[in-house]
């Protein structure tokens, strides 16, 4: 697919993340990893109780926002707080608006 010859303003933009942040999240996925795959060996098994499936799963759910969270705040604070200086705001509002209708 052929990329537009003059993207919008914040498409010109990349992920941001202290350092501090950056971890935080890197280890937050990689936990979220080992539940899906103790996740996976606990429905191989078919002899687990149906909450300890809930319970597992609600930690995955809260790892991955968790992890949503920490990259929104710094959208927020890194791309969002200036856009009006950059004279996109417009842009970024829409963006955000598409984003929040897949958290409904």
């Known amino acids: 697919m052929a990329q537009a010859e003059n993207p919008p303003q914040h498409c010109q933009h990349r992920l941001q ?3 501090r942040v950056g971890q935080d999240a890197r280890r937050r996925l990689l936990s979220v990893r ?3 795959e103790g996740l996976l060996k606990m429905l191989e098994r ?8 809930l319970k597992q799963t609600r930690a995955i759910e809260g790892a ?5 969270e920490l990259v929104l705040r710094s959208h927020l604070r890194n791309h ?4 009006a200086q950059r004279g996109d705001a417009d842009e ?7 984003y929040l209708r897949y958290t409904r």
């Open 17 to 19: 993340l202290d350092d």
């Open 34 to 36: 080992g539940h899906v």
């Open 64 to 68: 991955v926002s968790k992890v949503g």
């Open 46 to 53: 078919g002899d687990v109780y149906c909450v300890d499936i």
């Open 92 to 98: 970024l509002v829409d963006e955000l608006m598409e």
């Open 80 to 83: 969002v707080a200036s856009a």
